[in-house]
């Protein structure tokens, strides 16, 4: 059975950073794209950020430069590193697995996620 | 990149058909995945490509598409069904609806 468990979420101040992770198991990690998704309270779903190995990663253009994704294969772990963050990335923080049939893209697993607050 | 458009909400009484329509004039392919999120749960597959339904996804689930628009059905609409639902682009670039709040009446 697959499981991603994200950790790491929690209150932190205007400008703080963060490091979100997700334990995989289940299957073989190294083998899959892995991404975050975000749902800000109240929101719909929104697509942060996806990675195979470090030399293929994405970003969304509204966490470029300040988010890093990262992966720990030997320890089936997806992270994401938060920098400089606003009231604007407060959300629940999901890891998601990528899926791909047919020429299409989806996800087909999702962990429970995370909550992020970012609040003075 | 392109936007998806859902209707915000859509209510139905027990045991009729609720259709959620998801429309987006650059949608690459002729059918769009569909995700059921449940007050405080992760978001579900329900409908893939093909309209083909994950396992333990029930039967009266359904996808369609006309033109630049594609529709979730559900028939026979159960108590549980009540979630918001999410229409995602079947490619790359991992746009979402804004999503649809289905309330069972």
């Known amino acids: 059975e697959v499981q991603l468990v994200e950790s790491g979420g929690g209150l932190v101040q205007p400008g703080g950073s963060l490091r979100l992770s997700c334990a995989a198991s289940g299957f073989t990690f190294s083998s899959y794209w892995m991404h975050w998704v975000r749902q800000a309270p109240g929101k719909g779903l929104v697509w942060v950020s996806r990675m195979y190995d470090s030399g293929r990663t994405t970003y969304a253009d509204s966490v470029k430069g300040r988010f890093t994704i990262s992966r720990d294969n030997a320890k089936n772990t997806l992270y994401l590193q938060m920098n400089s963050l606003s009231a604007e990335d407060t959300a629940v923080y999901y890891c998601?697995?990528?899926?791909?049939?047919?020429?299409?893209?989806?996800?087909?697993?999702w962990g429970q996620g995370t909550l992020v607050t970012v609040s003075s | 990149s392109y936007k998806l458009t859902q209707p915000p909400s859509v209510s139905v009484s027990p045991g009729q058909t609720a259709r959620i329509t998801c429309s987006g004039d650059?949608?690459?392919?002729?059918?769009a995945y569909w995700y059921q999120q449940k007050s405080g749960q992760a978001p579900v597959l329900v409908i893939s490509k093909d309209n083909e339904r994950p396992s333990g996804i029930p039967e009266r689930f359904s996808g369609s598409s006309s033109g630049t628009t594609v529709t979730l059905t559900i028939s026979g609409v159960q108590a549980e069904d009540e979630a918001d639902y999410y229409c995602?682009?079947?490619?790359?670039?991992?746009?979402f609806g804004g999503g649809t709040k289905l309330t069972v009446l």
């Open positions: 998601a697995r990528e899926a791909y049939s047919g020429g299409s893209y989806f996800f087909d697993d």
């Open positions: 995602q682009s079947p490619d790359r670039s991992w746009v």
């Open positions: 650059a949608l690459p392919k002729p059918y």
